[in-house]
């Protein structure tokens, strides 16, 4: 069993409005030194793959047709046994 942890985030220039109003809230909370914030998203999946390489294969095509939308967003992934 492999475990994979894929982030997606927005591309830096695409307006993050969630970031934004983090932000905002945090600096109206005191936090006054906080410069930019970026929000994504983490997905678990746990996969029954033959190996790691087809692992990987596999969850750079979920991530290219499902999980991201690469026109604005990255992805990036790590995975473990």
Do not use: W
């Not at 409005?17 to 030194?33: C, Y």
């Not at 999980?67 to 046994?81: C, G, R």
């Amino acid at each position: 069993m492999i475990n994979a942890k894929i982030h997606v985030r927005f591309k830096s220039g695409v307006l993050d409005p969630q970031g934004t109003a983090i932000k905002g809230a945090l600096k109206h909370l005191g936090f006054e030194e906080v410069e930019d914030v970026r929000v994504g998203k983490l997905i678990e999946i746990k996969l029954d793959a033959a190996s790691k390489k087809d692992a990987e294969g596999q969850i750079k095509a979920m991530c290219e047709k499902l999980l991201a939308n690469p026109v604005i967003e990255d992805y990036s992934f790590e995975l473990s046994l």
